[in-house]
């Protein structure tokens, strides 16, 4: 399907907590974690079965509660962001790359919604 829901991601205030927390519920294997550009940590959530694999990582935004956010594949991030914002999304984080694997952009719908736009450079 095109533009299917992706990834998932766990803006956490307190990684620790939610990897045991998710771990012990679903039987996630969350031990893939990556270094980020920013020195942060973030770690891959592995599940079994059909759908989208996730992340999770520290809260970027101070006093922020947690919260997951969801990414849709589109072919192009660039265009997707502008595409977005023309229909009256606000871009949260404009295009970023992800090195090795892709680029990403979060915005915030009309109705205040925030939604990760995802271009995937793995094939």
Known sequence: MPNSFVHLELNSTDVAKAKTFYSKLFDWKLDNEMQMPDGGTYTMVEVQGDGPGGGMMKMPMPGVPSFWL??????????ATKKAVSLGAK????????EGMGKFSIIQDPTGAGLGLWESTRS
């Open 70 to 79: 969801a990414y849709v594949s589109v072919d192009d991030v660039a265009t």
């Open 91 to 98: 871009v949260i984080r404009d295009v970023t790359p992800v």
